[in-house]
């Protein structure tokens, strides 16, 4: 695992970009495993920024999100594949037919997992999977546990997690309380995972997820035992690390 702190959430965003773009640029026909939430927002802008000046062709790119709400429609403003169209699908080159998003609307739960896992499967996996880190230690959806759940699955979302997911809705009882997520072994399965995680209210599962013991009660700690991991994350997310690793402070390239 190499963990690369930064000064603050644009630096985060800037390095992050950095390696998603290398990625693009290397492999134009990657399949890129995305995020959405509050933390990839920087991340996505830079991104964008890039195509415009034409550094960044997504043309032959592939992208499959992590999860979607259950019982929101495509164009449902809170959707996230809303969130994916308006922050970034509809400023980029990437074809209409390479963008996969679970079903939100779909009426048998079961058939959308099997159906996604076979989506992923078929695309050849993730080359590069973006992460970010819920204040559960939740990755996707795939909310704390008595086991690892395996693949894409319909989970019923913490009250916590409604909680800070209440703040892109009109009040908390609008936010949905079950989506679909892409399950542990196809994150695991992607060939490098990029985690990103910004902000002192991270700091303690951040160290629990990097150097606690691993466990589904701590769904991020399982990427300890991913082989190609690079960890983000700001001074003030690192900040109850220090002295449990030996990174530095690196440049912005």
Same mark, same amino acid.
């Given at each position: 695992? +190499? ?24 492999? @134009? ?10 933390? @990839? ?8 920024? =890039? ?5 960044? &062709? ?17 164009? &449902? @403003?809170?959707?996230? *594949?809303?969130?994916? =169209? +308006? ?5 980029? $080159? ?19 997992? *099997?159906?996604? &896992? ?23 959806? $795939? ?16 009250? *916590? ?5 209440? *703040?892109?809705? =009109? ?28 902000? +002192? ?5 951040? +160290? ?8 589904? =009660? ?15 994350? &700001? ?19």
């Amino acid at each position: 695992m +190499k963990i690369l702190q930064t000064s603050n959430y644009e630096e985060m965003s800037r390095r992050a970009a950095n390696i998603l773009a290398a990625q693009v640029t290397l492999f @134009p026909q990657s399949v890129l495993g995305l995020a959405t939430g509050a933390t @990839p927002l920087g991340i996505y802008r830079e991104l964008l920024r =890039r195509y415009e000046t034409e550094e960044l &062709d997504f043309s032959g790119v592939r992208s499959v999100n992590l999860d979607e709400y259950c019982g929101l429609s495509a164009g &449902d @403003p809170n959707s996230y *594949r809303e969130y994916m =169209r +308006k922050n970034l699908f509809s400023h980029i $080159n990437i074809r209409p037919e390479n963008v996969h998003i679970p079903d939100g609307m779909a009426a048998d739960a079961q058939e959308e997992c *099997r159906r996604y &896992d076979e989506l992923i499967s078929a695309l050849g996996g993730i080359d590069l999977q973006l992460l970010g880190l819920g204040m559960t230690g939740h990755i996707g959806f $795939n909310e704390p546990n008595d086991s690892f759940d395996r693949h894409t699955h319909k989970v019923r979302l913490s009250e *916590r997690t409604i909680a800070a997911n209440a *703040r892109q809705f =009109r009040s908390i009882d609008e936010v949905p309380r079950t989506a679909f997520t892409m399950g542990i072994g196809a994150i695991m399965q992607a060939k490098r995972i990029l985690l990103v995680v910004s902000g +002192k209210h991270k700091a303690d599962i951040l +160290k629990e997820a990097l150097f606690g013991p691993v466990t589904p =009660r701590v769904p991020a700690s399982i990427l300890q035992f991913h082989p190609d991991v690079t960890v983000v994350a &700001d001074e003030e997310a690192l900040s109850l690390s220090a002295g449990l690793w030996n990174g530095q402070k690196e440049e912005v390239l």
